[in-house]
C-alpha cells in the first residue's frame, strides 16, 4: 500500500491496444520534451517510474487509452512548474493524490505479464478486508517501469491499483 501525494508530471496519451506500443509511441514525445522541446528550450532530468495509466477500452479489441508520464524533477515541483511542452500532444499537469495496493514484478514487461499481474492485484484489493477498489478511478490502473531497456537483469516493474482503506487492512500477500 501506499500513497502518493498531487505532484507534476509530463505525459501524453496514446490510444491502443497494446501497453508496449503505446509506451513506445509515448516515450519518443515525452523524451522530445525532456530533451529541449519546452518553452525554455532546456533539458529535463530523466527520472524514473515511467509510469502508464490504463483506462480500459469498452470491450475485448476496443482501444485504450494510455496516459504515458515521466515525472518532473522535485526541483521543478514549484509554483513555477517545468517548463511548458511546445508539442501539442504532450501536456504537464498533476497525479494525485493516489492511495494505491502495488505489486511488485521482475523481468522485461510484456503486455499479457503487466495485465495478469494486475488482474491478480484487483483480485487480492476485492479479497482483502478494509479495502476496496477506487470507484472515482473507474476500472483504471497503472504500470510503472523502473529501469532503463537496456538494464537486462534485476528489473522491477509495479502494476498499481486505486484503493480506499476503510480501515488498516493486513498485507496483501502476493508480488512475484
Do not use: K
Not at 15 to 42: H, K, M, P, Q, W
Not at 116 to 140: N, Y
Amino acid at each position: 500500500m501506499r500513497h502518493y501525494d498531487s505532484l507534476l508530471w509530463a505525459s501524453t496519451n496514446v490510444s491502443g491496444v497494446s501497453i508496449e506500443a503505446a509506451g513506445d509511441v509515448a516515450f519518443g514525445r515525452l523524451f522530445g520534451y525532456i530533451s529541449g522541446a519546452n518553452a525554455a528550450g532546456t533539458a529535463v532530468d530523466m527520472t524514473a517510474p515511467v509510469l502508464n495509466r490504463v483506462v480500459p477500452g469498452a470491450g475485448p479489441n476496443c482501444n485504450s487509452t494510455f496516459t504515458i508520464s515521466f515525472f518532473t524533477p522535485y526541483a521543478l515541483q514549484t509554483d513555477a512548474g517545468p517548463p511548458a511542452p511546445t508539442a501539442d500532444d504532450v501536456f504537464v499537469g498533476t497525479i494525485g493524490p493516489l492511495a494505491v495496493a502495488v505489486a511488485e514484478f521482475p523481468g522485461f514487461a510484456h503486455d499479457d505479464d503487466i495485465v495478469a499481474h494486475a488482474a491478480a492485484l484487483e483480485e487480492a484489493v476485492e479479497a482483502a478486508d478494509g479495502l476496496a477498489m477506487d470507484a472515482a478511478f473507474g476500472d483504471s490502473w497503472w504500470f510503472a517501469a523502473y529501469d532503463s531497456p537496456y538494464r537486462l537483469t534485476n528489473r522491477h516493474n509495479e502494476v498499481w491499483v486505486p484503493v480506499v482503506v476503510a480501515e488498516l487492512a493486513p498485507p496483501l500477500g502476493l508480488l512475484q
